[in-house]
C-alpha cells in the first residue's frame, strides 16, 4: 500500500495532507488504546508480575487486543462513514474525511485480523479464542447490536469483560469472578456515561447520528449511572474483603485502596455533569489530571498490597 500523502478537510475548509501510512495508523485510533489496559488485570491479581514469561505473554495479549480494537474501529467508520459525516468531530476521522479509501481500511483490517490473532493462537489455545470473541462480538456490535437500545451499552461492557478474561487465560490465571464483574459494571459505567454525553452534545440531532439514542433520556441514563455507580462500589469494597480475596494475598489490607475507586469515579461524574465530559473515556483519562494521579496511585497502591506480603515476608 503506497503511503502517499492524502487531502482531508480542515474544519476551516481547506484542504490538509498527510501521509496516507499516518492516516491509517488514526484510523486504528491509537489514542484508544489505553481501554486494553485491563488486560494486565490478570497479570497483576494472578499475582505473576514477578514472571517474565507471564508478562511477555501480557504484553503480547495488550498488543494482541490493540489490533483487534483497531480493526472494529476500521468496521465501525466505514459502515458509520456517512453519518460521521455530519458529526463535528468525527467528521474529521479518516474514513469519513476521505483519507483512507474504503478498500484500504478493509485492507489493513483483513491484514491485521491474521495477524493478531495468529499472535493469539501463539500465546495458547484459550487465548486465541478470547480474541475470536472479542473480535466477533465488537463487529457485531459495530453492524447491528450499537443500534439495539441497552443491548448497545451491554454490548461494549461484555468486550471490556473478554479482554479482562483474554488477559488472564494468556498468563494462565483463573481470574476471580468478582474482577469480572467489576469489569463489567465499570465499563457498563463508561458506556452509559458516553450514551449520556452523545445525548447532550448532539441534542436533537442524537436520533439521526446514532438511532439507539432516541431511545434515551438524559434523566434515564442518570438512573442507570446511579445504579451502576453504587454496584460497582459495593463489588469492589466485597472483592477486597472476601475471604478467598484475603487467603490469596495473604493480606486484609486491599480495602484501604477503596477511596481511590470513590474518588475516581465521583470525579468522572463531575467532569461528565459539571465539564460536558464523557464522550471520549480513553481522551478524559489522559486530559484530566487528577483523574490520571488516581488511577496511577491506585495502582501502585495495589501492587505494593498485593506484593507486599511476598517481596517483605516479615513486614
Given at each position: ?11 476551516d475548509?481547506s ?23 485491563i488486560v ?39 459502515r ?62 459495530s ?21 479482562a ?14 474482577l ?15 450514551r ?5 452534545s ?73 465539564r ?9 483519562l ?14 501502585l ?13 516479615g513486614?
Amino acid at each position: 500500500m503506497p503511503s502517499t500523502p492524502t487531502a482531508y478537510p480542515n474544519p476551516d475548509g481547506s484542504r490538509l495532507t498527510r501521509p496516507l501510512a499516518w492516516s491509517l495508523v488514526l484510523a486504528l485510533r491509537p489514542r484508544q488504546w489505553t481501554k486494553n489496559l485491563i488486560v494486565f488485570a490478570g497479570l497483576i491479581f494472578g499475582e505473576r508480575l514477578l514472571d517474565p514469561t507471564a508478562v511477555a505473554h501480557a504484553l503480547i495479549a495488550f498488543g494482541v487486543f490493540c489490533l483487534l480494537s483497531g480493526v472494529v474501529y476500521l468496521v465501525n467508520d466505514i459502515r458509520d462513514r456517512d453519518a460521521d459525516r455530519h458529526h463535528p468531530t468525527k467528521s474529521h476521522r479518516p474514513i469519513a474525511s476521505g483519507a483512507v479509501s474504503i478498500p484500504q481500511a478493509l485492507a489493513l483490517a483483513a491484514g491485521l485480523s491474521v495477524v493478531s490473532l495468529g499472535a493469539a493462537f501463539g500465546v495458547s489455545p484459550a487465548f486465541g479464542l478470547a480474541g475470536i470473541s472479542y473480535l466477533g462480538l465488537l463487529v457485531l456490535y459495530s453492524v447491528w447490536l450499537k443500534h439495539q437500545v441497552i443491548l448497545d451499552v451491554l454490548t461494549l461492557s461484555l468486550g471490556f469483560v473478554l479482554r479482562a478474561w483474554g488477559g488472564a487465560v494468556a498468563v494462565d490465571v483463573r481470574m476471580s469472578p468478582w474482577l469480572l464483574l467489576l469489569a463489567l459494571l465499570l465499563a457498563l459505567f463508561l458506556a452509559l456515561s458516553k450514551r449520556r454525553a452523545e445525548l447532550t452534545s448532539l441534542a436533537d440531532g442524537a436520533r439521526h447520528h446514532r438511532p439507539s439514542l432516541a431511545e434515551y433520556s438524559p434523566h434515564l441514563l442518570d438512573q442507570m449511572i446511579g445504579v451502576v455507580t453504587a454496584s460497582t462500589l459495593i463489588a469492589y469494597a466485597l472483592y477486597t474483603i472476601d475471604d478467598e480475596t484475603v487467603t490469596r494475598f495473604g493480606t486484609d489490607r486491599l480495602v484501604w485502596t477503596l477511596p481511590f475507586p470513590l474518588y475516581g469515579i465521583f470525579r468522572y461524574l463531575y467532569l461528565v455533569h459539571r465539564r460536558d465530559g464523557g464522550g471520549n473515556p480513553s481522551e478524559m483519562l489522559l486530559a484530566d489530571r487528577p483523574l490520571l494521579v488516581c488511577v496511577a496511585l491506585w495502582g501502585l497502591a495495589v501492587i505494593a498490597l498485593v506484593y507486599g506480603p511476598r517481596l517483605f515476608p516479615g513486614g
